[in-house]
């Protein structure tokens, strides 16, 4: 009976130490490669501007990969000519060439400042998006996010 209690005492605690790391994980505090996800981040970013006005945001990569990544930011304008139904007003691409650095493993360190203002992006009232769009090239992991926001 006693070898019972030891063994469900230690497949407890082992269960729990798993779970501890994990919920460190998902909270971004402990960054472990597989259980840590990868989240775009939006700062600065509000929900109204005006017409020819400016707007200034950053966009934070966070979770785990490598470090040679696809990066594309785009700002569309709802009601347009592209396939989704969306006007391209703005657009950034990083494309990290692999053969040409050292690749690494770890917590991702990206961010990114964008800064637009006048009648170029801003010119038309309107529904907008940001629709960000990241690959890791040597984890294979793709993710996106859109946000929203009104020109009035």
Do not use: W
Not at 9 to 35: K, M
Not at 84 to 103: P, Q
């Amino acid at each position: 009976m006693k070898t019972l209690l030891k063994i469900m005492i230690v497949v407890l605690s082992s269960a729990l130490v798993f779970a501890l790391f994990f919920a460190l994980a998902q909270a971004q505090i402990l960054f472990l490669p597989y259980f840590t996800p990868t989240k775009i981040e939006f700062h600065g970013l509000e929900d109204q501007y005006p017409v020819n006005g400016s707007i200034a945001f950053v966009i934070s990569l966070k979770g785990y990969g490598s470090n040679c990544i696809n990066f594309t930011a785009q700002i569309l304008r709802n009601d347009g000519p592209l396939p989704d139904g969306g006007e391209r007003m703005a657009y950034f691409s990083k494309t990290d060439d692999c053969r040409k650095i050292s690749i690494s493993q770890g917590a991702y360190n990206y961010t990114r400042n964008f800064s637009y203002s006048g009648d170029a992006v801003l010119g038309k009232p309107g529904d907008y998006r940001i629709k960000v769009e990241v690959f890791d090239q040597v984890t294979k992991q793709n993710l996106s996010d859109v946000r929203a926001f009104k020109v009035k």
